[in-house]
């Protein structure tokens, strides 16, 4: 399915005011079980930094988690980087209008060209790399941005279930990947101490299913499904949020979602 046209809908929808955005990212917050894990290993990695971090977002999208991000840290520099005009124009204005554009700001940039030498302590990559072809030279660019003891958080579907992914999304490049292969192209980029993991495991995969899969098919069909998101998810939100709990707390053997946390050494 195309994904990225129910984003933009949805972020006209939330883009009118500061209020309805936060909303928003506190509902992705809530339904996106990457979200859980994402933020769960953002408070581990915050403990780590300086108190002046220099922090990339690599691949921002709505910037819900350099929202987080500067919520976190309060004298944290943070950049945050995407492909589409619209959804930067539309961060930087959020954030001016929060207070916060002195220490975040939203940039135009491609992955594949952008490098900062030695500059930040923490780069975020949230599922963006199976939007991309050229991984290897991104991933080099990654390693070249970080100062040497920063850290590279990823999250990206695995290829544990083609089926599962290549059916829903048509703009990924890739269907997933295979843990031990993105272990290897982070090493050959010079990344050392990779620390893999599996998420959406069983339970996980259910909340999915339940949470964003359905719900997004709906409205893939015709936006009058809007009006009844609300009621559906009324129904199934309390089941949704013991499975995310459950998948985020438990160790999975395999799983349609990798976490990958290394370094720069």
């Keep these: 399915m195309h ?37 769960k290993e953002l408070r581990k990695i915050s403990k780590t930094l300086p108190k002046d971090a220099m922090i990339l977002d690599a691949g921002t999208g709505f910037g819900q988690y350099t929202y987080y991000l500067s919520k976190l840290g309060n004298y944290w520099q943070i950049k945050a980087i995407d492909l589409k005009l619209s959804q930067i124009n539309d961060c930087n204005c959020f954030f001016e209008q929060i207070g916060r554009s002195a ?53 990206t579907p695995s290829d544990t279930d083609n089926n599962h992914h290549s059916s829903f999304v048509d703009e990924h490049v890739r269907d997933g990947y295979n843990a031990d292969e993105l272990c290897s192209k982070l090493s050959t980029a010079g990344f050392e101490e990779i620390d893999v993991r599996y998420t959406y495991g069983h339970p996980g995969q259910i909340s999915w299913l339940l949470s964003m899969k359905l719900p997004l098919q709906m409205l893939n069909v015709s936006k009058i499904f809007f009006i009844f998101l609300p009621l559906y998810y009324l129904i199934t939100f309390p089941l949704c949020m013991a499975l995310n709990l459950w ?19």
């Design 3 to 39: 994904y990225d046209s129910i984003k933009d809908d949805l972020g006209k929808v939330f883009n009118r005011n500061p209020f309805l955005r936060k909303c928003f990212y506190g509902l992705l917050d809530l339904l996106l079980l990457r979200a859980w894990h994402i933020k």
């Design 247 to 265: 998948d985020v707390n438990a160790k999975h053997k395999t799983g349609t979602g990798l976490m990958v946390k290394t370094k720069k050494t």
């Design 103 to 155: 220490r975040v700001r939203f940039e135009l940039a491609n992955m594949t060209t952008f490098c900062e030498a030695d500059k930040y302590n923490l780069a975020i990559a949230i599922d963006v790399m199976e939007h991309i072809s050229d991984d290897t030279t991104v991933f080099k660019n990654l390693y070249n941005s970080l100062k040497t003891g920063g850290i590279l958080l990823i999250s």
